[in-house]
C-alpha cells in the first residue's frame, strides 16, 4: 500500500527540517569551544548506550534461564557494565577537567 503524502504535509515536513539545521548551527557557531561539550556527551553516551545498556539489556531478556554453562553470560555482562561505568567516570572526570582548564584561562 502506497502512503499519499500530501503537500501540505511535506511542506511542514521541510519546514521543520530546514529549522532543525539552522538552529543546529546557530548553536554551533554561538557556544564558544563546543567541542569540549561534545566529548562530555559522548562520554555520557558511549559508556552508557553503546557499552552498558546493551549489557544490561541481555541480562534482563535471559534472566533466568539462558545465562550459559556455568553463567558466563552474566559474568561477562557485569564486566561490560563495570567498564562502561568506569568509561563514563573517566570520560566525565576528563571532560569536565579539560572545560575548567579551558574557561579559567
Known amino acids: 500500500m502506497k502512503k ?10 521541510y519546514v521543520l527540517r530546514t529549522a532543525a539545521v539552522l538552529i543546529t ?4 557557531v554561538a557556544v564558544p569551544r ?8 559522548g562520554a555520557f553516551c558511549l559508556s552508557a548506550l553503546g557499552i552498558a545498556f546493551p549489557a544490561i539489556i541481555e541480562i534482563c ?8 554453562t556455568g553463567y558466563y553470560i552474566l559474568f561477562r555482562n557485569f564486566l561490560l557494565i563495570l567498564f562502561g561505568i568506569a568509561g563514563l567516570l573517566v570520560g566525565t572526570y576528563t571532560s569536565i577537567s579539560d572545560i575548567i582548564t579551558s574557561f579559567s584561562k
Do not use: Q
Open 25 to 28: 548551527f546557530v548553536l554551533a
Open 61 to 68: 531478556v535471559m534472566w533466568p534461564d539462558n545465562l550459559g
Open 34 to 41: 563546543l567541542e569540549l561539550f561534545i566529548s562530555l556527551f
Open 4 to 13: 499519499n503524502i500530501s503537500t501540505k504535509h511535506l511542506f511542514w515536513e
